[in-house]
């Protein structure tokens, strides 16, 4: 069963910076990619950054250069960072972690999972 722990988020002024964790396992990084979604009020869910198991990156236009994902390594755990600087109001939104089956073409979300979401708000 895929379980994905998330922490971080809060509160940030225009210009700062918070960091994201989400908390999952060996086998779940196995099998899936790790990546952060945010969905604002009234807007559709967007990728913001993913990460493979090997650490090959993907990034939303709009935090290239500003959001950095990575994989840290423990026993029994991995943790998929993401740190965030450079924050703009237009950041504000619920952050969710998503894991997506590596078999599966990038689109297709019928098979994916979904942390609970945190919320990131930037003020201006």
């Known amino acids: 069963q895929v379980q994905l722990w998330e922490s971080g988020g809060g509160l940030a002024q225009d210009g700062g910076s918070l960091n994201l964790s989400c908390l999952t396992d060996?086998?779940?990084?196995?099998?899936?990619?790790i990546g952060w979604y945010r969905q604002a009020p009234g807007s559709q869910r967007e990728l913001v950054a993913m990460?493979?198991?090997?650490?090959?990156?993907?990034?939303a236009d709009f935090v290239k250069g500003r959001f950095t994902i990575s994989i840290e390594n423990a026993p029994n755990r991995v943790t998929v960072n993401l740190q965030m600087s450079s924050l703009k109001p237009s950041d504000t939104a619920v952050y969710y972690c998503?894991?997506?089956?590596?078999?599966?073409?990038?689109?297709?979300?019928?098979?994916?999972?979904w942390g609970q979401g945190t919320q990131v708000t930037v003020s201006a």
């Open positions: 998503n894991a997506h089956p590596i078999t599966v073409p990038r689109g297709d979300h019928a098979h994916d999972r």
């Open positions: 060996e086998m779940t990084i196995g099998i899936y990619d």
């Open positions: 990460i493979t198991r090997r650490g090959a990156t993907d990034y």
